[in-house]
């Protein structure tokens, strides 16, 4: 029997007294006045008056209760064959002295940190140690390139840069160093100083008088037995800034808070994942990413569990078996992964003959979220492991699953295509464009009603309004999730598609506006469209179109190949852009509206209806065309 029912209920009648309960799991320098305050901030705040440190609560306190000798973090990295065992002691000692070295470098509370790092164990060092001072860390994805970061460096305006000399990705080393000094060119902020941890496989040139070596300065503060003890600081305080896909070329920069935060991932470490102090919790994901923000580094050590930290990838880092082999050598308690890393796994070792190489029996539970999970790939993963493989669905914004089968709580009857139920703090509803209900089984926009639950954005970055505007007025008194799903007979939630030009692509939220700005760029494309269709491996991925202006005579093709490079170089490799493709017209709404989605019905071989508003049907006959001489009609479903 699942306890679900019994707390989701207590929490909807009294959630104050709800999360002040799960508050008390928390060490705090003062306690709140208000658990909740509907009259700050944009839609409340939570623990308003309330003091605090995360450094704190994922450290020092774990040390304080004889943790000290316990792997905090577990470093593999198949990628450069390095692994290292971090104990709580050495983490607490590393991060004290490295908040020593940014106070050293002028960084003070309030100030921002950016964190361009590749997945190695210094990236959490460095966010920890914001989190110890005070300091607002933004991390930015290792895949994006240099234009990324710079918008990134002028809307976060950081007082420093905290960087690596390079990342690795299979086959190649990508030097980070010039793709950070290239974005702090770019920018018109300019940081006062950079961090950069030297690696033997492509150290830097150092800058001198703005670049620090991260070991140089750790020796130096070594020296001088400095350390730097936790602020005190407002539950209300930010913690992170993490900047993810909106639908323009813009991110939005998500805020996150100390107090709610903390609150919400510990009580989802026992109550969604199951999970105990002292267990082994692996997200294989990447510290860029909100699932490396709250499942690789705060919700593990808030736990006082061990987190591992992976440099590598699914499948080619050396094989397909290597999932298996972390599990087994660290005694990996519950993994977290996209779906896409299961299809990798499962396209390369379908029969699974490496897993029966590797004894993986402390697995309990296998998570997937950041995608639609398909129920193939959760039956085969679940044949192979045997054990529940659990689909919940969350977002950046929200920081921490909105819907899950609660794993703690006592887990409910699984249903394939499906993250199961909402969690305490989500009042979930499906509404239409007006705002109104729909009936059980309907699709529609999936909408959160306000206010929003401890841990979720308070706001984005000093920018209200655009908070306002992009999740608030839609539906007035809800948060606007921009998925589509529908609620079945049971209060089952699905997630179908996004509502907006937001894809995922191997787990990867991306822009196709954000593709457009960059192909609209390019001097002879006059008009152009970014649309995500469906991959087996990827489960999305973006294909462009682009018609060039009148009076260009160069080769087609070469072009398509300069809009491919050049979303390369200004979104990044990530973008996973391979195919633009070049049309004489695009299909529209007399309105001038172009139809995406009708394009995308017509690749993945999904019926479609010709839109009653289009502008001239023959222009659809003609995509066709086009998809059809790339192999991409259909090619991508069964
Ligand atoms: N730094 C630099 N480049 C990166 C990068 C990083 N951190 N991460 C990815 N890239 C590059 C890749 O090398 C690739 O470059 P290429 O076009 O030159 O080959 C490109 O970005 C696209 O990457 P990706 O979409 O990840 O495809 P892939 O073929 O390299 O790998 C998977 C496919 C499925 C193995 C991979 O996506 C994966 O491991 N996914 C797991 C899911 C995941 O971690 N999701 C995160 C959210 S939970
Ligand atoms: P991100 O902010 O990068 O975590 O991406 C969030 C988006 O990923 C959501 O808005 C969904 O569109 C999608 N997503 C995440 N988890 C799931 C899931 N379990 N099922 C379907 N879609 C999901």
């Known amino acids: 029997m699942s306890d679900y029912h019994k707390i989701y209920a207590d929490w909807k009648s009294d959630p104050e007294n709800f999360w002040q309960s799960a508050a008390t799991a928390i060490d705090w320098y003062k306690p709140a006045d208000k658990v909740f305050d509907p009259d700050v901030g944009v839609y409340g705040r939570w623990f308003v008056g309330a003091e605090c440190n995360t450094c704190y609560n994922c450290l020092d306190r774990h040390v304080k209760d004889g943790r000290g000798e316990q792997a905090a973090i577990i470093y593999d990295s198949p990628i450069t064959g390095a692994k290292r065992i971090i104990s709580y002691d050495d983490l607490l000692e590393e991060v004290s002295t490295f908040a020593a070295g940014l106070k ?62 390079c990342g690795i990705e299979p086959g190649r080393v990508i030097a980070y160093k010039p793709l950070l000094d290239e974005a702090i060119e770019i920018a018109a902020h300019k940081p006062d100083a950079t961090i950069v941890l030297q690696r ?10 703005r670049d620090h070596d991260w070991a140089g300065l750790l020796q130096k503060m070594r020296s001088k037995g400095a350390q730097a003890d936790c602020v005190s600081l407002k539950a209300t305080d930010p913690l992170y800034i993490l900047y993810t896909s909106g639908t323009t070329g813009e991110p939005k920069g998500v805020e996150r808070d100390n107090g709610g ?28 990413w909100v699932v490396g923000h709250s499942y690789i580094v705060y919700g593990p050590l808030l736990h006082g569990c061990t987190a591992i930290m992976f440099e590598g990838k699914p499948v080619g880092t050396p094989d397909a078996g290597v999932f298996w082999r972390i599990i087994s050598e660290h005694k990996v308690a519950a993994l977290f992964t996209a779906p896409t890393a299961f299809r990798a796994i499962k396209k390369e070792d379908p029969d699974g003959k ?132 529908y609620i079945d007979e049971d209060g089952y939630l ?17 822009s196709t506006g954000g593709m457009e700005e960059v192909l609209a760029s390019h001097p002879d494309v006059a008009e152009c469209a970014v649309l995500g269709i469906a991959d087996k491996l990827k489960g999305q991925v973006p294909v462009g179109f682009v018609v060039l202006k009148a009076g260009v005579n160069r080769d087609p093709a070469e072009i398509e190949k300069e809009c491919v490079q050049l979303v390369r170089e200004k979104i990044g490799a990530v973008a996973a852009l391979r195919v633009v493709m070049n049309a004489i017209r695009l299909p529209k709404t007399r309105s001038g509206k172009i139809l995406r989605g009708t ?37 991508a479903v069964e």
């Open 494 to 510: 699905f997630i179908m598609s996004r509502t907006d030009d937001i894809i995922n692509v191997a787990g990867h939220r991306l």
């Open 261 to 288: 935060h903390m609150v919400a991932l510990k009580w989802s470490m026992h109550a969604v994942y199951g999970i105990e102090p002292g267990e082994v919790f692996w997200a294989a994901s990447d510290v860029g």
């Open 599 to 635: 394009i995308a019905k017509i690749a993945d071989g999904q019926e479609w209806k010709m839109p009653a508003t289009i502008d001239d049907p023959a222009i659809l006959d003609e995509i066709t065309e086009v998809l059809q001489s790339r192999g991409l009609v259909a090619v």
């Open 200 to 209: 033997q496989q492509a150290p830097a040139e150092m800058k001198v008088g």
């Open 354 to 485: 490496l897993f029966k190489n590797y004894d993986v029996s402390c697995m309990r539970t296998l998570f997937l979220a950041g995608e639609r999970a398909d129920p193939d790939t959760i039956q085969w993963a679940e044949n192979l492991l045997g054990v529940p493989v659990i689909d919940h669905w969350w977002q950046t914004e929200s920081g921490w699953p909105m819907a899950s089968n609660p794993v703690g709580l006592g887990m409910l009857p699984v249903k394939y295509g499906s993250p199961t139920v909402a969690l305490p703090g989500y009042k979930i509803d499906v509404v239409d464009d007006s705002g109104y209900k729909m009936a059980t089984g309907e699709l529609g926009a999936v909408v959160v009603k306000l206010p929003l639950p401890p841990g979720f954005l308070p706001t984005l970055w000093q920018n209200d309004e655009r908070f306002r505007q992009s999740y608030l007025t839609t539906f007035p008194g809800y948060y606007e999730t921009a998925d589509a799903g």
């Open 104 to 165: 050293d470098l002028g960084v003070k509370t309030g100030d921002r940190v950016i964190v361009y790092m590749p997945m190695v164990p210094e990236a959490a060092v460095a966010m920890l140690a914001c989190a110890r001072i005070g300091a607002v860390h933004s991390v930015v994805f290792g895949g994006f390139a240099p234009n990324e970061l710079a918008t990134r460096i002028d809307d976060a305006k950081p007082k420093l840069i905290i960087s690596a000399s």
